[in-house]
């Protein structure tokens, strides 16, 4: 484990620079090199500072091995995804992921989607916040939505779903590998990357009401199984500070 090393990948975690790290703790560029390449540690005041900026605790800094998650993690990108039709449909019982995910791909089946797409049907989920609190403590129960993404052209006459339009609009992409290995560690760390990528580039909130605000889509390839994580970038507004974002179409 090295300090130096742990500051150096979360500081490239969010796409800061040296000399915009090094603006945010009030020390100079060749200060934060040092602390990176563990020549100098830094003070613990500078250490508070550093852990809250990376929305994680003193202990994690000085104890784990954070570089290992690059095998878990990619990059956060700003991505377009262009407008789509969905059929979507909500479930709230103690296990709605695998019960709704279960539903959207029987309808698939019936609706006849899956034969329209050769077996490739896209597949997105998003948590369901309208859960009251009695259903939640009382009953242990959550929510959660899934959709099939319907291609141009397919006409979706079944009944039991609702039938929705997302426009284009631009979000915030990081890809889990495996996330099933630890779902609840690796998907809420996932959205907290993100969260901490668009704060640490001036991104402030601004709401949109025309598009989901956040979906996971979970796909294989090569034998192995992923998760995207999409978070609403558009439902953002971009200060005119720190870095700039390459923006992949």
């Known amino acids: ?51 809250d900026l990376f929305h994680c605790k003193v ?14 993690y990619s990059e956060v990108s700003i991505k377009t995804v262009a407008g789509f039709r969905m059929a979507r449909y909500v479930m709230i019982t103690p296990n709605p992921e695998d019960d709704v995910i279960a539903y959207i791909a029987r309808w698939t089946e019936q609706s006849g989607l899956t034969e329209y797409c050769h077996g490739n049907v896209t597949m997105i989920g998003w948590d369901f916040p309208f859960v009251s609190a009695e259903q939640q403590n009382r009953f242990g129960l959550r929510g959660y939505a899934a959709a099939a993404v319907l291609p141009e052209g397919f006409d979706a006459k079944l009944p039991g779903v609702e039938i929705a339009e997302q426009p284009a609009a631009k979000y915030a992409v990081i890809t889990i590998t495996d996330p099933a290995a630890a779902p609840f560690e690796r998907i809420p760390a996932a959205y907290q990357q993100i969260m901490n990528y668009l704060e640490a580039n001036g991104f402030k909130e601004d709401s949109r009401t025309d598009c989901i605000s956040c979906f996971e889509h979970e796909y294989e390839k090569d034998g192995t199984t992923f998760m995207d994580v999409y978070i609403l970038a558009d439902g953002v507004a971009k200060s005119n500070v720190l870095t700039p974002l390459q923006y992949l179409t």
């Open 1 to 51: 484990m090295s300090l130096g090393k742990n500051i150096a990948y979360l500081r490239k975690r969010i796409a800061l620079t040296q000399d915009e790290l090094a603006e945010k703790m009030s020390v100079s560029r060749q200060t934060v090199s040092k602390w990176e390449t563990d020549e100098a540690f830094p003070e613990i005041s500078k250490l508070t500072k550093l852990a």
């Open 59 to 72: 202990d994690t800094l000085l104890r784990e091995d954070l570089e290992a998650r690059r095998n878990i």
